[in-house]
């Protein structure tokens, strides 16, 4: 919803504030912050702040929730039950349209979504063959659209798809058919060979291709759609008002957490498996992911504005979002730049 005159005055009062505020908080203070975030590896620099104590050692009490998709937690976001996500960019234009008051003050990776086929249609999809052609090949063997599956309308892998779909493969709407689930139900899908293909993120890709190494990798990230921007942290106004030297602290952290994953993901790994994996995946796979092509950390929010803005237009061809928002006013990159870098 909008900002009231006292809303906006107290956020011009922390936005002031915030250049003088210290990294850490004073000391015996702890500001709590309820983060959602979705279970992909793309959140993983979350997770290390979390795991490793870094947000606790800065005054911060950090409370994670997971959501299926993004657009799930923007719910919990917009009814005033989180005070920050971490996921996909896509659905925070819809959000802003709608009048939530919230901010990106990092990323954490991007070209996140790749695109996989299941055998009996990984088979059509053979050296030489355009993948349109692919798509008419299984129509015509089966009689049947290839069943892809994918998160949401308005996410970013759901506009992800149809973008390669449409705008990139041109491919024939009569020969596949989008089914939307959440992001557990989509590898369950491809696993269950319940669909012919899907989007997926890591730690999935890892997963499904050990379970079946028959489910091939089609297309990486960056060919589904240009830049393709990813999984970010956003913040509501109202956090940046009253507390940005947490904001801040929290930036810092991230920036630390994204030096690890970079440098050293072996390292990083427990922290990731015990927020994502909870004992369930094997800290190998775990391992694997943080190295797979579908896996790059960015924490500067500033290389995600434009592809965001491309994908903000993509949205509204498609119709998930009314009109373009102006999203330079989505992003606050003050904390990053302000953030202490490791070492």
Do not use: C
């Not at 790994?269 to 797979?292: F, M, R």
């Amino acid at each position: 919803m909008p900002l009231s005159s006292f809303q906006r005055r107290a956020f011009l009062a922390g936005g002031a504030s915030l250049l003088a505020a210290p990294a850490v908080l004073a000391q015996g203070a702890r500001v709590p912050i309820r983060i959602g975030n979705i279970p992909v590896i793309g959140a993983a620099p979350i997770f290390v702040v979390d795991k490793e104590g870094w947000a606790r050692d800065a005054g911060l009490d950090l409370t994670l929730t997971t959501f299926q998709s993004g657009p799930h937690a923007i719910q919990a976001l917009a009814s005033g039950t989180l005070d920050a996500y971490v996921a996909g960019i896509a659905p925070l234009g819809v959000a802003r349209s709608r009048g939530v008051d919230v901010k990106v003050v990092a990323a954490t990776a991007s070209g996140e979504n790749v695109f996989v086929a299941v055998p009996r249609l990984a088979q059509h999809f053979a050296p030489g063959v355009a993948p349109a052609e692919a798509f008419k090949r299984y129509k015509a063997a089966t009689g049947k659209p290839a069943r892809l599956a994918t998160q949401p309308a308005g996410s970013v892998p759901n506009t992800t798809l149809q973008y390669w779909l449409w705008e990139v493969i041109k491919a024939n709407r009569e020969d596949v058919e989008i089914v939307a689930m959440g992001i557990d139900a989509t590898q369950q899908a491809v696993l269950a060979d319940a669909v012919e293909g899907a989007t997926v993120r890591e730690p999935a890709l890892t997963i499904i291709q050990k379970s079946n190494p028959g489910i091939k990798l089609v297309e990486v990230g960056d060919k589904l759609f240009p830049g393709q921007p990813g999984t970010v942290v956003a913040v509501t106004g109202a956090l940046i008002a009253k507390q940005p030297a947490a904001v801040q602290a929290l930036v810092d952290a991230l920036v630390r957490a994204g030096d690890l994953l970079n440098r050293d993901p072996d390292k990083a790994a427990p922290a990731v498996a015990a927020n994502l994996a909870k004992g369930i995946v094997d800290l190998e796979i775990i391992k694997t992911a943080l190295k797979s092509p579908a896996t790059r950390f960015v924490i500067d929010p500033r290389e995600v504005i434009a592809p965001s803005k491309a994908m903000e237009a993509y949205q509204v061809k498609l119709g998930s979002l009314k009109e373009a928002a102006p999203l330079d006013d989505l992003f606050d990159v003050r904390f990053f730049e302000k953030a202490r870098r490791p070492g």
